[in-house]
């Protein structure tokens, strides 16, 4: 519940990446306008980096420099900025 408000949003992955150099594609459906930027973490939210590339349905990480392996704790984060509460920068994670 945000200032009254439920964001919601429906994520999927469409490319498992394997080699290095491959870069991460998650396609999403938010409700929430005006978006600023999407964060992954790969550690639970300790660590957030930025898309490489964004648009309002799919955002692109370049996780090259990840190790291999499989990672179970991942939370992306969305980055908007509400209009209605003075342009206050509000942010809302999905595990």
Do not use: H, Q, R
């Amino acid at each position: 519940m945000i200032n009254g408000g439920v964001y919601m949003a429906t994520i999927t992955v469409s490319n498992n990446p394997s080699t290095t150099g491959d870069t991460l594609t998650v396609n999403f459906t938010t409700d929430a306008t005006n978006i600023s930027d999407i964060l992954l973490s790969k550690d639970g939210g300790s660590t957030y980096i930025s898309a490489t590339s964004f648009t309002n349905s799919s955002a692109v990480f370049n996780i090259s420099n990840w190790d291999n392996g499989t990672y179970n704790n991942c939370k992306l984060k969305c980055v908007y900025t509400e209009t209605s509460s003075g342009d206050s920068e509000i942010s809302t994670e999905s595990g």
